[in-house]
């Protein structure tokens, strides 16, 4: 039975790097440095075509046939291309504007060495590897000359090259499994701890055991590790393959950190796509993902299991290549797991029989099904690149009632998004306060956090969760109003100020299905925080459920910053007097605007609180001025005017 396509959580990239398949007259070389495919025909006497990430730095040229092409690689920038064809030295050419473009040659300094290969470290350095050490030089492109900057003798059986952090990992000794790493920066060149491997059976007598096949180096989560790929052996009770991260830090000793087990045996290739180790199986075909940061806390050294069960990646389909083709010919099915693979750090599988370079990339929909601890699959997912739509989407399953949608679930997964959230919520505010306070004296320039798509925001979870959820009629209302408790009981653990629609959103639900005791509560023992948008929400309420007016009235003064939004409700119910006594309480009658409560006192038509308000302001009015006048801007004739047509108030005559 055909696997359904969304459990694949692994496919290679739509659109390939194609170039000339590997032939009797045609050699593929990989440069990892710059992500290019060079295929060489006939030595580059008929052509050197070269294909990079992107068409920008595909290049084309011819070159002399001086023998067989061993390694061919461009400086960072395609200004100097670098050939290996013998032993003892690399040729040199200039691709920079207006400089010589005549070959020029560097032989190795160390007597009776052979070159392994070369690393460009930077436009102009590279770094000779041969058998017996090391060899760092400046190159010279206007002088066609090279300088040696700093040498070192080891003896060398194989090398690795991390272009991401520019360390040299040299296997030394008769077996193989003391590494020496090396760091190259700015021209320098640092010696870092060696350290090592741990084999599964010493052999005696002594020879090389640690093959390169079995040694990568990649960055993971921001750090340098050297992966060890340890085989079963039938002599050492380990019944399966397993893959041995080794921490290699700038400075300082390189540790055994974690363990991959990946429960059987055979042929494995390693790959990193977003921080998360890939483990391909050939014989079974399938690709195993492991994630490192999901560990137990404070372990010298982690053992992982894989994340996820394993699964092939997605069927790829090639387009037919050749004159013969028709055009309305399927694609073909390309033969994944393919021994004429070759894997490549960080996330490349070349296939250089049928001229194709994928990228390999995680899709993280399938992902969502084959883990079930929700907990666990959010840990997972917060640290992916494009994780926000999946997040939400999970979040919307969880809701959906039944187990999926229990409480405790939904609370450890509102608590594992706002912690993410609350992490960068501090670190912006920092960033803020150390631009407003200026450079510190021999501080760094701290940089301005990037908001990754880990940070699910509370506009986020309203948008595209909590409002939709609501409206759902089949789910009860009780859990509704319980899960949107939870989000905020989540948002004031974490110390995140809560937003008014989350607030507003409880009480359209509350009273939606008339829970006005509830709501009552809610506001009284300040579960939902006090702010203008709330008591304004409260007071449409009023008609509903006539409280709400009072309860608006209290938040509005509990708020202190309030007391316009508190005047203007009380004299829309005809409050006047109400009004004038807190405006008086709060010490703001010799300052507020006497016609805004004459026209209220006008509109009730009660005679006497016409006169008690416009006498107020009078004696107002003599208290601050020495005069009962009002100022022209307070309209007095149109007071007077009023006083005109009804002249007298309560038997007394104005």
């Known amino acids: 039975m055909t696997e359904p396509p969304q459990q694949h959580y692994l496919e290679l990239s739509e659109n390939p790097v194609q170039f000339e398949h590997a032939s009797s007259v045609n050699n593929v070389f990989f440069d990892e440095a710059n992500k290019q495919v060079f295929a060489v025909r006939s030595g580059g006497a008929t052509g050197v075509v070269v294909k990079g990430p992107d068409d920008k730095s595909s290049v084309a040229f011819r070159m002399d046939d001086k023998g067989e092409v061993k390694c061919i690689k461009f400086s960072i920038g395609n200004k100097i291309l670098a050939v290996q064809r013998t032993s003892k030295s690399v040729d040199f050419i200039n691709f920079i504007p207006d400089y010589p473009h005549t070959e020029f040659s560097q032989e190795c300094k160390t007597k009776n ?98 093959s390169e096949r079995d040694i990568a180096m990649a960055t993971i989560y921001g750090q340098l590790y050297v992966m060890y790929l340890k085989h079963h052996s039938r002599t050492a009770n380990s019944p399966s393959a397993e893959v041995v991260l080794y921490h290699l830090p700038r400075e300082g000793a390189c540790k055994k950190s974690h363990v991959l087990k990946l429960n059987t045996t055979g042929k494995f290739a390693l790959n990193i796509v977003d921080n998360l180790v890939v483990v391909h199986h050939q014989s079974s075909q399938t690709s195993l993902i492991f994630d490192i940061n999901l560990k137990e806390p404070d372990c010298a050294v982690n053992t992982h299991q894989p994340v996820l ?19 309305s010919q399927p694609p073909v099915p390309c033969q994944l797991y393919s021994s004429s693979w070759s894997v490549f750090q960080p996330d490349i599988i070349i296939s250089a029989s049928e001229g194709y370079l994928w990228y390999l990339q995680v899709k993280l929909h399938p992902t969502v099904n084959l883990l079930q601890d929700k907990g666990k699959l959010m840990d997972f997912l917060l640290r992916r690149r494009d994780c926000k739509m999946v997040i939400l989407s999970v979040c919307s399953q969880i809701l959906e009632g039944g187990v999926k949608g229990s409480l405790p679930v939904v609370a450890t997964v509102f608590d594992k998004l706002n912690q993410v959230y609350k992490e960068y919520l501090e670190a912006e505010q920092s960033y803020t306060v150390a631009m407003e306070s200026g450079p510190s004296r021999g501080s760094a320039a701290q ?64 009273v939606q299905h008339n829970l006005f005791y509830m709501l009552h509560q809610f506001l009284q023992y300040h579960v939902l925080s006090d702010s203008k948008p709330l008591a304004c929400l409260l007071l449409s309420l009023e008609s509903t459920y ?50 805004k409560f004459l026209d209220a006192a006008r509109q009730t038509g009660d005679q006497m609180l016409f006169y008690t308000v416009f006498r107020s302001f009078q004696q107002r009015n003599q208290r601050l001025r020495g005069s009962p006048a009002f100022n022209p801007g307070e309209n007095k004739p149109r007071i007077w005017f009023i006083f005109q047509m009804k002249p007298t108030i309560g038997g007394l005559k104005i």
């Open 113 to 210: 060495a052979n070159v392994l290969g070369f690393c460009w470290t930077n436009w102009n350095e590279i770094v000779f590897i041969t058998d017996q050490g090391i060899e760092f030089y400046q190159v010279f492109p206007d002088k066609r000359s090279l300088k040696l900057l700093k040498n070192q003798s080891i003896n060398v059986n194989w090398y690795q090259y991390c272009p991401e952090t520019a360390v040299i990992l040299l296997s030394t000794t008769v077996q193989g499994n003391i590494l020496q790493p090396f760091a190259f920066r700015n021209g320098t060149m640092s010696k870092m701890s060696k350290f090592e491997i741990e084999l599964p059976v010493i052999p005696k007598p002594a020879k090389l055991s640690l």
């Open 309 to 327: 069960p394993a699964r092939s990646i997605h069927p790829y389909r090639m387009p037919l290549a050749g004159p013969a083709v028709v055009p």
């Open 447 to 510: 940089k301005r956090p990037v908001r990754t798509q880990a940070v699910i925001d509370q506009s986020d979870m309203y948008t595209h969760v909590l409002s939709s959820f609501t409206e759902r009629k089949e789910v009860s209302h009780k859990f509704v109003i319980a899960v949107l408790m939870e989000y905020i009981r989540s948002l004031n653990q974490h110390q995140i100020t809560v937003q008014h629609y989350l607030y507003e959103l409880v009480i359209k639900t509350l």
């Open 546 to 595: 006539p409280p709400a007016h009072q309860l608006s009235l209290d938040m509005l003064k509990r708020l202190s910053t309030a007391n316009d939004e508190i005047v203007e409700v009380l004299l829309s119910k005809q409050q006047v007097l109400g009004a004038l006594r807190f405006i008086r309480s709060v010490g703001g009658h010799d300052n507020v605007s006497a016609r």
